[in-house]
């Protein structure tokens, strides 16, 4: 071909992207420091395994592309990312024809051998799957414009991109088979081993020699050329996920899902008016960053987050985008010398009335939600309304389906622990349970002393008053406090009694886990809170070895509430507190499993069970519940269509919202009842207290609350159990190893 052109093409083609790359990589590193990689933390041989496995598996594999009703779009994708893979080595041999007509990688692709004609047939088969895969995205923003998606010309433009590469591939082998038959005196014939190709070429076999020059150089060109262009502006476009998905997902955080950040010496931070969370842009550490450059812009976070289904400011989506945006638009201040006024270089900013241009996305975001601003400012209010980081509920749903493995939770959480520990500002909602939590140690506000009111009657034995137990109960504020939750406490203890389980309770001890503060960003009431449960557990030696305990390492601590579940196994550890912790359906299976309850008496009817965000997406706890109530005879067990399980839309009372006001009249509760009662279900079942009351207010909201059930598994359990026959002795040998690990 032409090695001056090809030369000139791969350098200057390289040349802008190291350019570019060094900006971007300085844009990585431009905020607070990140001590996940450093020597200190280095991972170990099992770290680096999780995490090239994690590659494989999500990157590589992309295994949340094509899952529930995604599917469609997902298996384009896949056909897309598998055809560039295959197709690499193609353009390397593209790129090498540049400067040799002949070359074929050293033999490894020439055509007439096993390995050559196989590659080629792969090549080939891929390249069509590209253009079927084009051809559905192209449907989505042409014809179907799904809404989901960033609807724009880049799009377009890259699909374009993709299509005619593919199709200049096709042109180069066409051509070039029809000229070599000519020169060879025969004519084109099909060959399985090029079957696109060959049949072009038939189709080119009377074009002039002329021509089939001209169709092979541009196929080639065009080609060899588009991967290079394409290279470079993917750091300027949402493909830019293309290069960073891959190491995003290597350094993803492996700490468990329900554990937020820790603030070390928060005290003292607080005593030095060192800022708390995140502030600026500067507060974002590289990995937030690497998030940031990764989001493909799918809008599957936002499709399935309940503020946004619900119209609140809250999108995932546009949230990254603002912040990613921001970035961008804030770079000469960020990387530069400080702060830099607005000015013709940097046209974006506040007007001469103090109003910043909002963002501009398509479909637009919330309006009055996100906006621009070239200044290295504090994020909210300038760059995000204070109503989107206080609308979210925590829920996880816009994480569990991210196909890249960003994280947002943890981002809105730190947001919020700048609002509200460096600058005093929440929902006015919020100060009663605050200082309740801090009081009293329950976010009502009531009396310490009346903490065990609940198990009146019930001769629950109590730690402090000298108790020997093998399981501690751990009541929560919710069970201890509100009446409704009040029965399940009771139903749960008098399991554990017919089953003779030697348990007992803290009774006034038990101060409220913290997890309404910390998510809420009060993250010292927290750490306060936490440091006082932790000292009186391991005072009482949940967190030695016991071997009075058959089946765990430690005494299990057994709760009914999946926030004080996930704070206590996930949360708990970064303060010196380590435990086994059991959600209750899991221990009340293993009870059923073991022979020490069995359900009989039937309890009829038609039975929805809804997921708990912080039981569900955040811990993986699915089976337990749905067991146990298909044991239950009369039980006919129903499933929401499609929003079940990891799909399942959050009761709305998650991140503190169970103590503020929803930002409008559309109601999260109201639609998860709604989808609940759709079922045509005549029970509501739930293994959560802050989902019960919940659903009960949509209950209420819909004047369902005569005709339809609300029970907790537990209670659901209860009404099945005949509390008048004991188990047999031998099934009472050994306490039973929870069915969830």
């Known amino acids: 071909m032409q090695p001056i052109v090809m030369t000139l093409a791969l350098v200057a083609a390289a040349g802008f992207f190291a350019w570019t790359a060094n900006r971007r990589w300085a844009q990585l590193f431009s905020g607070a420091a990140e001590p996940r990689f450093t020597l200190a933390t280095a991972p170990t041989l099992g770290e680096l395994f999780e995490r090239v496995k994690d590659v494989v598996v999500y990157a590589l594999g992309q295994k949340r592309m094509p899952q529930g009703r995604y599917r469609i779009a997902g298996l384009a994708h896949m056909a897309i990312f598998a055809g560039f893979s295959v197709l690499t080595l193609n353009t390397i041999v593209l790129w090498g024809r540049g400067f040799d007509p002949h070359f074929d990688l050293f033999g490894l692709v020439a055509r007439g051998t096993l390995v050559g004609d196989g590659y080629s047939l792969a090549k080939e088969l891929f390249a069509a799957a590209v253009l079927l895969g084009c051809a559905v995205f192209v449907y989505y923003r042409v014809v179907a414009r799904n809404q989901r998606m960033t609807l724009g010309v880049e799009g377009l433009i890259i699909l374009g991109i993709i299509a005619t590469m593919m199709l200049a591939d096709f042109l180069y082998v066409g051509a070039e088979t029809a000229r070599a038959a000519r020169i060879a005196g025969v004519a084109p014939s099909f060959r399985l081993f090029e079957p696109i190709s060959s049949l072009l070429a038939i189709a080119l076999g009377k074009v002039s020699n002329g021509w089939l020059r001209g169709l ?8 060899s050329g588009m991967v290079l262009f394409f290279g470079n502006l993917l750091p300027y476009s949402k493909h830019f996920h293309i290069i960073t998905s891959f190491p995003n997902t290597f350094t993803r955080n492996l700490t468990p899902r329900g554990q937020l950040p820790f603030v070390a010496d928060i005290e003292g931070k607080i005593e030095r008016e060192e800022p708390i969370g995140i502030r600026s842009a500067r507060d974002l550490t590289w990995k937030d960053n690497l998030d940031l450059y990764t989001c493909t812009e799918c809008g599957r976070c936002s499709d399935n987050c309940p503020a946004y289904i619900t ?39 506040p007007d001469a009335n103090g109003v910043r241009p909002p963002l501009n996305t398509t479909p637009p975001a919330p309006a009055g939600g996100y906006f621009r601003d070239s200044h290295d400012i504090e994020l909210v209010p300038n760059i995000v309304h204070p109503d989107v980081i206080w609308a979210c509920t ?143 557990l391991n005072g009482y030696g949940l967190d030695a070895p016991a071997s009075t305990s058959p089946g765990y390492h430690k005494k299990p601590i057994v709760t009914a509430c999946p926030h004080c579940f996930n704070t206590l196994l996930n949360e708990y550890p970064q303060l010196g507190g380590k435990y086994e912790v059991v959600h209750h359906t899991d221990f009340l299976n293993g009870l059923i499993a073991r022979g020490l309850l069995v359900p009989e008496k039937p309890v009829a009817g038609r039975v929805v069970y809804h997921d708990s965000c912080y039981l569900g997406r955040y811990n993986d706890v699915y089976d337990s ?85 609300q029970l907790d598994v537990a209670e659901m359990l209860a009404l099945s159990v005949d509390f008048t026959k004991k188990p047999s002795p031998a099934a009472r040998l050994a306490l039973p190893v929870p069915t969830h690990a």
């Open 216 to 223: 092979e150089h541009g196929g080639f060109w065009w080609h």
């Open 311 to 349: 119209d609140k400011k809250l999108s995932p989506k546009h949230l990254l985008l603002a912040l990613r945006d921001h970035l961008y638009d804030a770079e000469k201040a960020l990387i530069g010398a400080g702060d830099v006024p607005v000015s013709l270089d940097h046209p974006i900013g």
């Open 394 to 536: 925590t829920c996880r749903a816009c994480e569990e389906h991210c196909p890249v493995m960003i994280t947002y939770v943890d981002k809105i959480v730190q947001m919020r622990r700048d609002q509200v520990m460096s600058k005093n500002e929440f929902p006015p909602q919020l100060e009663k349970p605050f200082r309740g939590m801090e009081t009293n140690g329950n976010p009502w506000n009531l009396s310490r002393m009346s903490r065990a009111d609940w198990a009146q009657g019930l001769d629950v034995p109590v730690v402090g008053e000298g108790a020997v137990f093998d399981v501690l109960y751990w009541v929560g504020c919710a069970a201890s406090y509100d009446d409704r939750a009040k029965k399940v406490a009771r139903a749960t203890a008098q399991l554990l009694q017919h089953a003779g389980v030697k348990f007992a309770i803290l009774a006034t001890e038990e101060n409220c886990t913290g997890d309404p503060a910390r998510r809420a960003g009060n993250e010292y009431l927290f750490q306060m809170l936490a440091q006082g449960n932790v000292e009186t």
């Open 625 to 709: 519940p749905r067991e146990i109530l298909a044991k239950i005879p009369g039980v006919e067990l129903v499933e929401v269509p499609y929003w079940n399980k990891n799909k399942g839309l959050c009761c709305g009372a998650g991140g503190a919202q169970m103590f503020m006001e929803e930002q409008n009249e559309h109601r999260v509760n109201k639609k998860r009842t709604l989808q609940l009662l759709d079922t045509g279900a005549t029970t509501l079942s739930s293994g959560c207290p802050f989902c019960m009351t919940m659903l009960s207010d949509g209950l209420k909201a819909e004047d369902k609350e005569e005709e339809i059930k």
